[in-house]
């Protein structure tokens, strides 16, 4: 059963915490994302990476880092550092950078309190 | 800075009538225009998408009309069902260094009455 899963479902954690996301995807797509998306902003990128070892800066960066050790996995790490964390957060993939669709993974709901 | 303008935010349609979702755009190296579809506690499903050499596009109950010259794109839901009821996101691609990139629209919460 092929797709992308992203757990947990729903996380909640403290002020000042790190926290990290995961993402697998099982699709053997090249490019992978992250996106956050908050009422009536739509969604924006966050980081997006292309090839294992390799990753970019999307629109707002800024409190985040990611890694891509396996082309499977994408995992995002929320940091202290970003200002407000609580959000609905989406990882897609694609086939590759070249390719223009993009498939979503289910999200997961960070609360930070 | 919006890229990508949607409206409206919310739209209410009758059971059996036609749901139409507007976008705008401003970068004309825009090459690829998506329409997602997303229910509540999921993530966004590609519905439909349409590229600028085409002005029309229809899949199903799905339509999407493109107009280059005025830089818009729209969502054509024929025979609306209360299962039509979901947030629908335009957007559009943009290339880059590193490969194709997505904008999206801010969302448009549809709900269909049966």
């Known amino acids: 059963d092929g797709g992308i899963t992203q757990s947990p479902k729903y996380l909640f954690r403290k002020e000042g915490q790190n926290v990290t996301l995961s993402c697998e995807q099982n699709?053997?797509?090249?490019?992978m994302y992250w996106y956050r998306q908050d009422p009536g902003q739509g969604l924006r990128l966050i980081y997006y990476s292309q090839i294992v070892n390799d990753f970019q800066k999307g629109d707002i960066a800024e409190g985040y880092s990611v890694s891509r050790e396996k082309k499977e996995s994408f995992p995002l790490t929320v940091t202290s550092a970003q200002k407000n964390p609580t959000a609905f957060y989406l990882c897609?993939?694609?086939?590759?950078?070249?390719?223009?669709?993009?498939?979503f993974g289910p999200g997961t709901r960070l609360t930070v309190t | 800075q919006q890229q990508v303008k949607q409206s409206p935010q919310s739209l209410i349609v009758q059971k059996g009538g036609i749901s139409i979702i507007n976008c705008a755009y401003e970068?004309?190296?825009?090459?690829?225009f998506p329409w997602y579809q997303q229910f509540p506690g999921k993530g966004p499903a590609l519905l439909i998408a349409?590229?600028?050499?085409?002005s029309e596009k229809k899949e199903g109950r799905f339509t999407i009309s493109f107009n280059k010259s005025a830089k818009q794109f729209s969502l054509h839901i024929m025979d609306s069902q209360p299962g039509d009821s979901a947030t629908y996101f335009c957007a559009a691609s943009r290339p880059s260094e590193y490969g194709n990139k997505l904008v999206f629209g801010a969302g448009t919460i549809l709900r269909v009455k049966s």
């Open positions: 897609a993939s694609s086939p590759g950078l070249s390719s223009y669709e993009q498939y």
């Open positions: 970068n004309t190296a825009f090459d690829y």
């Open positions: 349409i590229r600028p050499d085409v």
């Open positions: 699709l053997n797509h090249d490019a």
